[in-house]
Antibody
Framework: EVQLLESGGGLVQPGGSLRLSCGAS????????MSWVRQAPGKGLEWVST???????TYADSVKGRFTISRDNSKNTLYLQVNSLRAEDTALYYC???????????????WGQGTLVTVSS | QSVLTQPPSVSGAPGQRVTISCTGS?????????VHWYQQLPGTAPKLLIY???NRPSGVPDRFSGSKSGTSGSLAITGLQAEDEADYYC????????????FGGGTKLTVL
């Protein structure tokens, strides 16, 4: 059974940093692209970042230069380093596994339960 | 303002059929990229419902179906049940400079 478990969220002041983690099990982690998707309170889903199985990274414009996605295949763990946090970054951050072969056809077939990041003074 | 446009809400009585539209543009759905659909029950993580326009993952009832035409995708739910009450999101790939994987704003389905 595929399982994704996020951690690392919390309350942080504007300008602060956090490191989010996502532990994966039940599939060959190193073979799949992984993504972070966030959801602000009461709002819709927003794609944040993706890392391919070979380590290539992409970011939404809203987080480019502030967030860094990475993975440790030996630990089956996905990370998101979030820096220079703003109030508008307040959201539930989900990690999600990508499905599909072609990048342009990727959907997200498994999701964790999310970790909440709250940016407030 | 989401790249993909969905109606904020739809409703239907038990047993009825409802559809949810997802309208994009020439840089996403209209460019030939697939439409995927997710169901988010209250207080839970999204669940993949339809992938690559019209395919159901294992375990998803055949009451759920998807289609795509031109710059739009559509999710149909037949034989509506109370447990279908949820938020539904479409997703596609966008080739413009602003982003890669994009979501619709979500549609709240109410079962009357």
């Amino acid at each position: 059974e595929v399982q994704l478990l996020e951690s690392g969220g919390g309350l942080v002041q504007p300008g602060g940093s956090l490191r989010l983690s996502c532990g994966a099990s039940g599939f060959t982690f190193s073979s799949y692209a992984m993504s972070w998707v966030r959801q602000a309170p009461g709002k819709g889903l927003e794609w944040v970042s993706t890392i391919s199985n070979s380590g290539g990274t992409t970011y939404a414009d809203s987080v480019k230069g502030r967030f860094t996605i990475s993975r440790d295949n030996s630990k089956n763990t996905l990370y998101l380093q979030v820096n220079s946090l703003r109030a508008e970054d307040t959201a539930l951050y989900y990690c999600a596994k990508a499905r599909g072969i072609a990048v342009t056809r990727w959907s997200f077939d498994y999701w964790g339960q999310g970790t909440l990041v709250t940016v407030s003074s | 303002q989401s790249v993909l446009t969905q109606p904020p809400s739809v409703s239907g009585a038990p047993g009825q059929r409802v559809t949810i539209s997802c309208t994009g543009s020439s840089s996403n759905i209209g460019a030939g990229y697939d439409v995927h659909w997710y169901q988010q029950l209250p207080g839970t993580a999204p669940k993949l419902l339809i992938y690559e326009n019209n395919n159901r993952p294992s375990g998803v009832p055949d009451r759920f179906s998807g289609s795509k035409s031109g710059t739009s995708g559509s999710l149909a739910i037949t034989g509506l049940q109370a447990e279908d009450e949820a938020d539904y999101y479409c997703q596609s790939y966008d080739s413009s400079l602003s982003g890669f994987w994009v979501f619709g704003g979500g549609t709240k389905l109410t079962v009357l």
